[in-house]
Structures are given as C-alpha cells and as structure tokens.
C-alpha cells in the first residue's frame, strides 16, 4: 500500500501503466482525480451506485484481461470489504484501489484511523492512500 | 400477470438453451451456483460467484466492458434486493445486446434455510427477465475452486 499527499498526474499515470478500466464512488477530496478520469480518450469510466459494486465490476474487468482502478472515499471501505475478501482476494481479481482519506469530522474518526491498517490487516495487495486537504471541517 | 413457477432446472435449462455455449454465464451464490453447476455441460462457461452476495451482475458488467464476450448472469431475487442500485448501472452502462440478466425467483433465501425475500415488483431495468422457480432443495457442490473457475473463464473469454 503507498500513501500520497495528491492525487495530481495520478489518471495520467495509470493510463500509462495500462489501466483502461475505471469505476467508483465520488469523494470530494478525489475530484481532481475523477475529473483527470473524465478527460480521458480510450478508457471506460462508470460511477457505480456504491462501492462493492464498483469493486465487483472491477473484478469482472480484470477477469477478462482489462486492468481496472477503484476509486472511493474511506467510508466506502466498509462496503468493499466483502468483495475484497470474498472476491478479489479468492478468486485472485485485485483491481487497483485508490482511497481518498479522511479524519477530522465525527463520521471519519474510526476509518480515519484504521483506513491503512484494514487493508493490511485483509493482506489487500494494491491501494493508494490519497490524504489531501479535504480533512478541514 | 405472473407466470407459474416451474422448476428450478427448467428455469436454467431455458436460459441455456437461449444463450448457448459461447457466452460467458456468471452464477449468483449459494444454491444458484450450484444449481447452474448441475446443470451445465462442459462446454459452457461459467464464473461461480461463490461470495459477495449480490454482486454477480456486477461481475458480469465488469466482464462485458472489459471484453467483447456476451455475458448472461443468473441472479436469484434476494441476491437482486441487496444491491438493486447496481440495475441502473447496468441500464447506463452495459451494451443490450450483448448483457443479459435473468432472476430466478422463488421468494426467499433457500440457501441459507427458506427465510421469505420482500416480494420482487414485475421487472425492473437492467433485468432481462424474471423467472419464478419453486423450491428444490439443496444442489451438490460447485465442483471447481476459485482459481480454476477463474482459469477456465479467462481462457474462454481471451481465447
């Protein structure tokens, strides 16, 4: 797992790495990201009704050879824990997760806290932390 | 007007016959898998949605947009219910012609002990057809472990 202050250049540089697949719940402090996403030619983009279906999705794309990117604000974490251990982590389907972080308001606290140790506790092979500054209130 | 149940093997049995052997078919958990499994030949392909309740048509959204197979997915009615938001991703995203999504109803979680499902409405979009099935009890085992179903499926879907 990596963390990053900034999700800037990050689109362009998953395109680089093949990604051509990408799917997600929007987060505020990702919105540059999912604008960059938006820009750009020859990738398929969905916003997905909530996150463990973005993540099932994601697991098809990569089971018919296309790499795929998930992205979601932490609290949707919660939602993409059952596919992530009853489907990606079994069946060998690990899309990229990129996760936008936050801690400051009451309903972030608890995931703000544990966000990175759940997904290493789950032994989850690939995520970007995005912290940004959308934790001020 | 509803139709009759039949039973559950006619039910897949129809879809089969509809679909044949060169589409990918992606089976819902529990006794759907299972179900699906007894009875298939080996010339069909099928994901086995083990897991992740709910979230076979998902499966096969992603599937349909990362290739250019077409996928059936067999879904049951409280598999539907629990991530019935993922419809209309399905009716945004996915090509009709080649993205078919059949629920097989029999109004409750048979796999888990016959506990009642909230009754399905008469179609919803991203639905390509309900079939209402009767209870038939506890089908084998899906004969295949995830990583080889996996192996099978993306052999089909690149050859």
């Known amino acids: 797992m990596k963390t990053v202050t900034s ?6 540089q998953l395109v680089g790495e093949g990604y051509r697949l990408f799917v997600g719940v929007p987060d505020s402090g990702l919105r540059g990201f999912i604008e960059d996403v938006d820009a750009l030619d020859g990738v398929e983009h969905v916003i997905a009704t909530w996150e463990a279906e973005a993540v099932a999705i994601a697991a098809g794309a990569e089971l018919a050879g296309t790499k795929a ?8 974490l919660g939602h993409a824990i059952n596919p992530l251990t009853s489907l990606c982590i079994p069946y060998g389907l690990t899309p990229l997760l990129v996760v936008g972080h936050r801690h400051t308001l009451p309903q972030h606290e608890v995931m703000g806290r544990v966000d990175a140790a759940l997904l290493e506790l789950i032994d989850y092979p690939l995520a970007i932390l995005v912290h940004g500054p959308n934790n001020e209130g | 007007m509803r139709a009759e149940p039949t039973s559950r093997s006619a039910a897949i049995q129809q879809i089969l016959g509809r679909h044949g052997t060169d589409a ?6 529990g006794y759907v898998s299972r179900a699906v499994a ?9 994901l086995y949605m083990q897991g992740s309740m709910g979230l076979a048509p998902a499966i096969g959204l992603g599937i349909v947009l990362g290739s250019d197979r077409t996928v ?11 991530s019935l938001g993922t419809t209309h991703t399905i009716r945004d995203h996915a090509p009709a012609d080649r993205f ?20 399905l409405e008469q179609s919803y979009p991203g639905v390509t057809a309900i079939l209402p099935i009767t209870r038939d009890g506890k089908p084998p085992r899906v004969p295949v472990s ?3 179903n996996v192996a099978q499926v993306r052999a089909r879907i690149l050859r």
């Open chain 2, 38 to 46: 007894a009875e298939v030949g080996p010339e069909h392909v099928v």
């Open chain 2, 100 to 119: 078919f999504h059949y629920v097989l109803d029999n109004g409750c979680h048979e796999s888990v002990g016959g506990q009642p499902c909230a009754a």
């Open chain 1, 69 to 76: 990117c998930v992205y979601l604000q932490n609290a949707g």
């Open chain 2, 146 to 148: 995830p990583p080889d």
């Open chain 1, 7 to 12: 999700a800037d250049g990050l689109a362009q």
């Open chain 2, 24 to 29: 990918v078919y992606v089976a819902s958990t």
């Open chain 2, 72 to 82: 059936v997915v067999l879904n049951g009615d409280g598999a539907l219910l629990m």
